[in-house]
């Protein structure tokens, strides 16, 4: 209120403290289009009050003159009138021309769309050398409610409204019209796997928007363009010492892979394949470490153990590492991948080590660029064998490079193990964004839960003897890790592989590994887990029906209990009855 005192004139608002609380209560619960109509009500109603009084001569036609009236608190001047509303005198005066054209409705906004900058990635092949070159072109996308069908109907409404006759293209003729005379014009495609909370206060806000609301969302969307910024920050400082990786797994891919997939395939489990990337931004190069599920799943020891793989030749060569991830618990964000960090920074591999999330929903980063191209390449290919889906890998993109882990007998090692023995776990690591390391603070980790708050320091290393773990010991533990084993193969599904799936797989490629028969230890191991299956479904078939019949006892014995009872109180009512009329015959009798 102070606001609109030193904007108005002051007396207008003296008194009224309780009237404009009121009054400022309800307009923060409105949205800018409800404000926007709110003025334009207003001032139509009071054009009309007193229209003869409000009226003066001048040079030129008649002035008309407004008393201005706020809603709950009464009669203000032009300057409160316009303060309270947030908004300016030049504004007022557009609305009330509006208003005297005879329109109270809000007018649309002429300027519809987001302006992109896409960045187009070209190569030309000039001497035998491959040159890339990027291209920014600046394009306008539609809200993807506009439809091609839409845009027709809208151009057939401006053409009956001119009042002028013209011959009027098909739709498809004009879609081929409006794709060729505007290029940088395009509809937003409908998003699926967008953010749950952005959804979830997006649909809040259809109805009635809350200034909680608005703060709530304000508040979400701010941490993940902070950290956004972050990155792009992290990314101009990479130089020979700074070292900026993005990390994370792809879509899984089932193998064999078909264009044209036959139909039994949809019943039938194919062969998982893991794809983990890697991607470098001082390089601008990304790395893939493709596996099958026979080799491994998707755990902190497969991480940690490709992210060694990938980081062991680059310690001698760059002294800090950042390293940005998804919010995936399971995979990225677990104490197990933290620690491995926190031991590089403890043995002196890196002198500081930043482990960073984008925030959950909004985590597009660079590996997901290598992964669409490969799920472009992989449309429009078959793939029957690991050899031919590390192929196509390569040849999706020329900054990619694949390795291949099912060649090596034990690919992943035991981290979890290992550095469970130098630290303990970090407490509430889930509402945490950064995590900062330092070879100076041996075991301490930095805690922030966005690039701007302060960091909570916590120091998790073990004690033995009341001795806390040493650099030597972090090296001897990090030199010293075992193999991790395969996972227990699955028989039944190898032979479901070999006699059902091998078929479909064309001759030349029968021969790899994945489609390789079972033993016949796993053959027996197969047949008795599906005879046991079997024995298991029969007697829980058995036991529901057992149980249902039992069911039907009981419910048929409840009815004949209850057609019992009442046939037990019709007879008592009819001894009753039959009791009583003798009595009433006699009294009759005595009179």
Request: aromatic share 8%.
């Amino acid at each position: 209120m102070q606001k609109d005192r030193d904007s108005g004139c002051g007396k207008c608002l003296i008194g009224k403290a309780a009237e404009m609380e009121k009054f400022f209560i309800s307009l923060m619960n409105m949205s800018v289009g409800e404000r926007k109509t709110s003025i334009l009500t207003a001032l139509g109603v009071l054009s009309e009050c007193d229209a003869a009084a409000g009226q003066r001569q001048r040079g030129r036609g008649e002035r008309k003159r407004f008393e201005y009236y706020l809603p709950v608190v009464g009669n203000v001047c032009l300057q409160s009138f316009a303060a309270c509303y947030d908004t300016s005198t030049a504004s007022l005066t557009r609305y009330r021309k509006r208003v005297k054209d005879g329109f109270i409705f809000v007018q649309p906004h002429a300027k519809i769309g987001e302006v992109v900058p896409l960045r187009v990635r070209r190569q030309v092949k000039t001497n035998g050398k491959v040159i890339k070159k990027v291209v920014f072109h600046n394009h306008t996308l539609l809200p993807s409610y506009f439809t091609w069908e839409k845009l027709h109907e809208e151009m057939r409404l401006s053409v009956a409204a001119s009042m002028i006759r013209r011959v009027e293209p098909a739709e498809a003729t004009f879609r081929q019209i409006l794709q060729a005379n505007c290029p940088d014009i395009a509809i937003r495609s409908r998003r699926d796997n967008v953010c749950d909370q952005c959804a979830i206060y997006k649909n809040q806000m259809k109805g009635t928007t809350s200034a909680t609301d608005m703060e709530l969302y304000g508040k979400h969307t701010e941490e993940a363009r902070l950290m956004r910024a972050s990155y792009q920050a992290d990314k101009y400082s990479t130089s020979d010492e700074h070292l900026l990786l993005t990390m994370d797994f792809a879509q899984n891919i089932s193998l064999p892979h078909a264009i044209e997939t036959p139909s039994q395939w949809y019943f039938m489990s194919l062969i998982g394949v893991s794809i983990f990337g890697v991607h470098s931004a001082n390089k601008d190069r990304q790395t893939n470490f493709l596996y099958t599920e026979r080799r491994g799943g998707k755990g902190s020891n497969e991480v940690i153990s490709m992210l060694d793989r990938f980081l062991k030749p680059e310690t001698t060569t760059y002294s800090k590492l950042t390293v940005y991830a998804d919010n995936c618990g399971g995979q990225n964000k677990n104490n197990h991948v933290l620690k491995y960090f926190l031991l590089l920074a403890h043995a002196g591999l890196f002198d500081e080590v930043h482990y960073k999330f984008f925030v959950k929903g909004h985590t597009k980063n660079s590996c997901d660029r290598g992964f669409g191209l490969l799920k472009k390449k992989l449309a429009r290919n078959d793939c029957w064998s690991l050899e031919q889906l590390e192929e196509i890998l390569n040849a999706a993109s020329i900054d990619t490079e694949t390795e291949l882990l099912d060649k090596d007998d034990a690919p992943f090692s035991d981290f979890k193990g290992s550095i469970s023995e130098l630290y303990r776990n970090l407490p509430a690591i889930q509402k945490y964004q950064i995590f900062s390391m330092y070879h100076s603070k041996p075991g301490v980790v930095e805690c922030r839960q966005t690039p701007l708050s302060q960091p909570d320091v916590f120091d998790i290393r073990r004690s033995y003897d009341g001795v806390r773990v040493s650099s030597e010991r972090a090296q001897e533990i990090y030199t010293s890790t075992v193999a991790l084993p395969a996972p227990a193969p699955n028989p039944e599904k190898i032979q479901d592989i070999y006699k059902n799936i091998r078929p479909y797989v064309p001759e030349q490629y029968r021969n790899s590994s994945i489609y390789a028969p079972p033993t016949s230890a796993q053959s027996q191991a197969a047949q008795k887990i599906k005879k046991r299956r079997v024995t298991h479904r029969a007697g829980e078939k058995a036991k529901h029906a057992q149980t249902t019949a039992l069911s039907d006892l009981q419910a048929l014995s409840d009815l004949q209990a209850n057609a019992v009872w009442e046939m037990a109180a019709e007879l008592k009512e009819a001894r009753e009855r039959k009791r009583k009329k003798p009595a009433r015959k006699d009294e009759s009798d005595d009179e």
